[in-house]
């Protein structure tokens, strides 16, 4: 989840966008690198991944176990997008396997900066049940998150909100919402899904009838947030009573007795994956690691620490139903939610990214 905010911006700009601006990047990493640089013998792998806590997560979860089993060493690097795509096109990436977003990797693609997958060597994926849309040519998906609908639970006389519908319905459920701003991709989708469409129907998005419904409730918003933890915040001081959020991330906030929750009806899937870059210096150790974390009990150690859901459906199998719950991809969750088109807005992100900074200025 914390990917998000760079890479939007940059993919809803292009890839001509961040092709310009990567000559002007800087090819420094978030940590300093110590040590023989990428690719200087099979025992060490370089990782580029969001850090933070996701970092953290996947270090007990994956990279540690992965040492000890392998002794290949992980070293982890935090370069933005442009960075990254720089370093490849000069031919010196700086890591030899890449965490991000799928949204990313599908650019990354079209780029030609990737390298293509050879599924032959992921026995882990082979009759996984992994989704298709996470089997592409140059990425495979590691988990899922998702946008959901949150809401103060006293703002409603003991009501609460089960749909996007109630979202827009101002009249059963007033006060101020918020959505997300720029950090994201637009979300049309619940505009849509509030105003009967079907989530099987979704795609492709009725732009013109999405923003109608979005100006029914135009002045009703009061806040497009922009990072991550913003909804919680607006939410906790009372700001806004409904709000779109990345979920997990109030979940902190709830167990501190706030008066939060969210509803994972209509909720907007999207996934992390794995990737390799073209010049990889070690492409053996990133396939080993790649298949590593995709099994089972490992996505079902990481679900436990970070709350992203597996993209391998036995890891569930190794899950509590206290944890399930919170995660995007229980089977539950699945059904009432469904997954972002990438390609759809790779091939509609400008003109919808106009239309909706031209929207987000006229409001109130």
Excluded at 138 to 151: D, E, F, I, P, R
């Amino acid at each position: 989840m914390g990917d998000v905010a760079f890479n939007r911006r940059a993919f809803l700009t292009g890839a001509g966008g961040i092709a310009a601006g990567a000559a002007a990047a800087s090819l420094t990493a978030c940590e300093t690198r110590t040590g023989p640089p990428a690719g200087q013998g099979s025992k060490v792998l370089i990782v580029r991944n969001f850090g933070g806590s996701y970092g953290e997560a996947n270090r007990k979860a994956v990279y540690d176990p992965f040492t000890r089993e392998t002794g290949i060493r992980i070293r982890t690097v935090n370069f933005e997008h442009v960075q990254m795509l720089a370093q490849i096109k000069e031919g010196r990436p700086q890591f030899d396997v890449m965490d991000i977003d799928m949204s990313n990797l599908l650019l990354f693609e079209h780029e030609g900066v990737s390298e293509p997958l050879d599924y032959g060597r992921l026995k882990n994926v082979r009759n996984a049940g992994i989704a298709r849309s996470l089997l592409t040519p140059n990425g495979v998906g590691k988990s899922y998150w998702a946008s959901v609908l949150a809401y103060r639970t006293d703002a409603f006389g003991g009501r609460k909100p089960e749909s996007w519908a109630d979202f827009w319905s101002l009249g059963g459920f007033p006060g101020t919402r918020a959505l997300q701003g720029e950090v994201d991709f637009p979300e049309l989708e619940f505009a849509l899904l509030a105003d009967g469409v079907p989530l099987d129907g979704l795609y492709p998005l009725d732009v013109d009838r999405a923003f109608k419904v979005l100006d029914e409730i135009r002045n009703s918003v009061g806040a497009l947030w922009e990072y991550g933890a913003e909804p919680g915040e607006l939410l906790s001081r009372g700001s806004v009573v409904a709000s779109s959020i990345w979920a997990g991330r109030l979940q902190t906030v709830i167990e501190g007795g706030s008066p939060l929750a969210y509803e994972w009806n209509g909720a907007r899937r999207q996934s992390n994956g794995f990737g390799i870059p073209k010049g990889s210096a070690n492409p053996d150790g990133a396939y080993r690691l790649i298949d590593f974390a995709l099994r089972p009990e490992v996505q079902a150690h990481m679900a436990r620490l970070y709350p992203d859901g597996p993209v391998v459906p036995a890891a569930y199998g190794h899950l509590t139903e206290a944890t399930a719950v919170n995660l995007a991809s229980t089977p539950g969750h699945l059904l009432s939610g469904f997954d972002l088109d990438i390609e759809w807005w790779l091939q509609n992100r400008d003109s919808v990214a106009r239309r909706w900074q031209q929207w987000a200025r006229t409001r109130d």
